[in-house]
């Protein structure tokens, strides 16, 4: 089961989302030792389940950051492009 869900980032403000951040690195830093120095962690699926979590909390981030940097888009001239097939038709009965 997942640690968060993508409920829980939406409800989340972007300091919480950097705080949880930082404590599933700590946790994750914590099982790589456990691995290194030879001991099988408790958990041995918790590291994929971490490291899965913490690329979710990444992108969570990095979607908060982009939200008020967005530019509403310009409006188009209201004037109407001539289409090819238009064109098209133009030459025909002209030529």
Known sequence: MAILTKKDFKQM??????EKL???RKELMKINTQISTG??????GR???VKKTIA????AINIKQREPKEK???????E???KKEKIK??????G
């Open 13 to 18: 403000n972007s300091a919480q989302l950097g």
């Open 22 to 24: 930082s404590d599933l």
């Open 39 to 44: 001991t099988t962690p408790e958990n041995p």
């Open 47 to 49: 590291v994929r389940e």
């Open 56 to 59: 979710r909390l990444i992108t």
């Open 72 to 78: 509403p888009k310009k409006e188009e001239s209201k």
């Open 80 to 82: 109407e492009k001539p």
């Open 89 to 94: 038709e133009e030459a025909k009965v002209n």
